[in-house]
């Protein structure tokens, strides 16, 4: 179970749009990660490179978590909503659910949550 500092710290780094280095500082070397129903990515060196992959086709990226933040043990459940804009200036909002789960301050499991709809760029 991660302890509030920890996951008050995990949850800054986001906002503060170091993805990649929350990943780096917070997930476990085995960790998984799953968008909706597909095929979960596994490791956290393959997740770091996806995550810089992702973050590399952005000019601009702004992440909030929505609180509250739900805790119940071992499990974590943030809203997170995100606004992006590519380099050709196409602009994306995501609002997603991410349901993870923790082993002591490492998230070790995550799965995403959210309609795929949300990622057709926005008049």
């Not at 997740?47 to 509250?68: G, I, Q």
């Not at 933040?69 to 804009?85: A, C, K, P, Q, T």
Request: aromatic share 10%; hydrophobic share 40%; glycine share 4%.
């Amino acid at each position: 179970m991660p302890t509030p500092e920890v996951l008050e710290r995990f949850i800054a780094m986001v906002e503060s749009n170091a993805h990649a280095e929350a990943i780096e500082q917070f997930y476990a070397a085995g960790a998984t990660m799953q968008e909706n129903d597909k095929p979960p990515r596994i490791g956290r060196d393959a997740l770091v490179a996806n995550e810089r992959k992702v973050l590399a086709r952005m000019r601009s990226v702004s992440t909030k978590c929505a609180r509250p933040v739900f805790v119940n043990g071992d499990y974590v459940v943030i809203r997170w909503i995100f606004e992006m804009e590519t380099h050709e200036g196409v602009r994306t909002r995501l609002e997603e659910l991410a349901y993870q789960r923790w082993e002591h301050d490492k998230v070790v499991e995550e799965k995403f949550f959210y309609d795929p709809g949300q990622l057709k760029p926005r008049e």
